[in-house]
């Protein structure tokens, strides 16, 4: 894996760095993983872990900002060891990065409290991508994953109901459906950040929903994009 240090996680200029721990039971990713992040100024690498049980310990020493988590680990799975990190540290954020995509070990994934769900061997840029929607508060699904949960939803028919979101909404909540993150949706439609961030508010509290994950599987059901 390569990586190009310029991709932004926009963190402030003056904070400091991102502190991860990475569980992954196979060296090699272990090692890649950790070689590509640490190459970003913006992060630290506090921990590594080889499987479930050692990472949730290493967590509840450590106090990271983030994890990246594998699923498939030994001793303790990373869906049990995410639910775990998530009920002593609810502050920490956890990626999932994992070669799983069906969609019940996704829902499982995500049930469990984690912020998102990318797939092994994508590029370093769009796990950096899921690492600052997470920081961001802002759960996060590869667009592999998302096409994939798409493919298995079987909304109704279209409706003419859309949640009174206007037209721009419709677009912005198109995209995050899509899996775009808020500085990519930014990017295309040419809007700032900060004014995605509002249309995301305002669709989710539209739609009656806590994340970005639930805006997308209602906006399915009802047909909305």
Not at 24 to 43: C, K, V
Not at 74 to 81: E, K, N, W
Not at 94 to 106: D, F, P, R, W
């Amino acid at each position: 894996m390569s990586l190009d240090i310029r991709y932004p996680l926009n963190l402030p200029v003056n904070a400091p760095p991102l502190r991860v721990l990475i569980v992954e039971d196979d060296p090699m990713m272990q090692l890649g993983l950790e070689q590509s992040l640490m190459a970003h100024p913006q992060i630290e690498i506090v921990g590594q872990a080889e499987d479930g049980y050692l990472g949730v310990q290493a967590a509840l020493q450590l106090k990271p900002d983030l994890v990246v988590m594998d699923i498939g680990l030994p001793r303790l799975d990373g869906i049990a060891a995410t639910q775990q990190i998530k009920a002593a540290l609810p502050a920490t954020h956890v990626v999932m990065l994992t070669s799983h995509q069906t969609e019940t070990e996704i829902i499982a994934a995500l049930s469990s409290g984690a912020d998102a769900y990318c797939i092994k061997g994508a590029s370093v840029e769009r796990l950096l991508s899921a690492i600052a929607a997470a920081v961001d508060g802002a759960a996060y699904l590869d667009p592999q994953i998302a096409r994939r949960v798409i493919d298995n939803l079987k909304p109704p028919a279209p409706t003419s109901n859309n949640a009174n979101l206007s037209g721009r909404e419709l677009e912005v909540l198109k995209l995050m459906v899509d899996g775009l993150s808020n500085p990519e949706i930014a990017e295309k439609l040419y809007l700032s950040p900060n004014t995605i961030k509002t249309h995301v508010r305002g669709i989710m509290n539209k739609l009656a929903v806590d994340d970005r994950v639930q805006a997308a599987v209602v906006a399915l059901r009802s047909g909305l994009v």
